[in-house]
Every structure is written in structure tokens, then in C-alpha cells.
């Protein structure tokens, strides 16, 4: 098993780069957006160089993740990762050196101390905000500047915090128990109801370190999930 995430994502994306890696469905929208393993890599390198590079942190920094599951969360959550940071997800508020939130999350995210501040509206085709919160830059608009190749000054190594103090080998684990638990195997195509299962462990860690792809589903209407399964390929149902 890979003991880092940066690990586990660099294996589903070799399996086959140009397969989708996860899909995303808002059902109140009517947003699909469909990314292969090259496409989330490029996401994941762009924010690891927008924190590395643009925000000059350093392994162990701190940075919150205030943002429900979502596919451009999941690019957020692996880059801090891929750029050896520890991501805070929740929890009591402290001081981080950076913050992601959603407008909606605003009010919370007031809360934390935050050296710099990042908002996405989390819109179809990652389309930028027409309003900024005060003090906020606009995720969407500001990662699409830096390169989509990402190295590390030093490795990730599996002892090094990943999640509010939990190591990448602890937090790899965990996922895989819990992969386990769910029912995910190597290869599986899961569609997970993002409302029933808002830990990144169960949306998105899970299926990555099990070798599955992701079929994550926002305000699921439960008469499209038939129909959704079949066109999806899915083999697994977590709704």
C-alpha cells in the first residue's frame, strides 16, 4: 500500500491517465464535471505551486480547507498534500497560513486566523466569482497562472503530518480500513452521495488508496441514481 497520498495519487493516475479519476454531479445545478487522472494531476500541481511558490509556505504548514466535498476541494486538499502541508478540515479555529472557504462559508472562516485567504464559488467549469468576500482572491482565477508540473523540495514522507497532526501513513491507513469497510476494491467505480459522506476520508481518500475512481454526487436526487449507474459504469453505490 502507498503510505503517502501524494503516493497514492501519482499510482491511480500511471493505472491510466486518460480514464476518468472522478465525476462530479451537482443535481440541483445540473452540473457534471468529468476529470481523468491527467486532468486532477494538473489541478493538484497548480495549487501545490500556488501554495509552495505564491504563498512561499513550507512542509508542515498549516492550511484550512473550510469547503464541502467537491471536485475542485478534492484538487485543494491533494495539492496542500503533494506540497507536504497538513490540512485542517474543520475543528476548533486557529492560525493557518492559508484558507480556502466558499462564499457561504465566509461567516465561519471569520474566524480562523489566516495569513492569506482563498474563495471559490465552486461553480460549473470552475468559472470565477462575480463577487469577492473582502480580503478574499479568487481560487479559480489565481491557480490557473502557475504550472501544471509540481516537485517537492523534499519528498513526502509517510511521518510527516497530513491532516491535523494525523501522518500520511496513519491518514493512508485509515482510508484503506475504511475502503474496506465500504466495500471498495481495486478498479471499482463508486458513486458516493457527497451529503451522506462529507469525510475526505470516505469521498475521496478511500477510493484513491483502494485504486477505485469516484462518482461524486451533490444534492443526489435519489430518482437519478439509477439511471446514473448505468451511465456511469458504476459498480458501487454509497448513497
Not at 484503506?176 to 466495500?183: C, N, P
Not at 477510493?207 to 448505468?230: H, M, T
Request: net charge negative; glycine share 10%.
Amino acid at each position: 500500500m502507498n503510505e503517502t497520498i501524494p503516493a497514492a495519487l501519482a499510482a491511480a493516475v500511471r493505472r491510466d491517465p486518460t480514464m476518468p479519476l472522478l465525476t462530479w454531479y451537482d443535481d440541483a445545478s445540473g452540473d457534471r464535471t468529468e476529470l481523468s487522472g491527467a486532468t486532477i494531476d494538473n489541478w493538484v500541481a497548480k495549487t501545490a505551486n500556488l501554495l509552495v511558490d505564491g504563498a512561499g509556505l513550507s512542509p508542515g504548514d498549516p492550511v484550512a480547507v473550510l469547503l464541502p466535498p467537491h471536485w475542485q476541494t478534492a484538487a485543494i486538499l491533494l495539492g496542500a498534500w503533494a506540497g507536504g502541508l497538513t490540512a485542517h478540515v474543520g475543528g476548533r479555529p486557529q492560525p493557518v497560513d492559508v484558507l480556502f472557504a466558499s462564499p457561504a462559508g465566509v461567516a465561519a472562516a471569520a474566524e480562523w486566523n489566516a495569513g492569506d485567504r482563498y474563495a471559490t464559488g465552486l461553480l460549473p467549469l470552475a468559472m470565477p466569482l462575480r463577487e469577492l468576500p473582502p480580503g478574499y482572491a479568487d481560487y479559480t482565477i489565481e491557480v490557473r497562472g502557475y504550472g501544471d508540473r509540481f516537485a517537492p523540495y523534499q519528498p513526502v514522507g509517510a511521518d510527516d503530518p497530513a491532516l491535523a497532526g494525523v501522518s500520511h501513513r496513519d491518514l493512508t491507513g485509515t482510508a484503506a480500513a475504511r475502503a474496506q469497510e465500504l466495500g471498495i476494491t481495486p478498479g471499482a467505480r463508486v458513486l458516493i452521495d457527497a451529503g451522506k459522506h462529507p469525510d475526505p476520508v470516505d469521498w475521496l481518500l478511500a477510493p484513491l488508496v483502494a485504486g477505485a475512481s469516484i462518482v461524486l454526487c451533490a444534492n443526489l436526487d435519489p430518482q437519478a441514481v439509477e439511471k446514473r449507474v448505468a451511465s456511469e459504469n458504476v459498480t458501487l453505490t454509497l448513497a
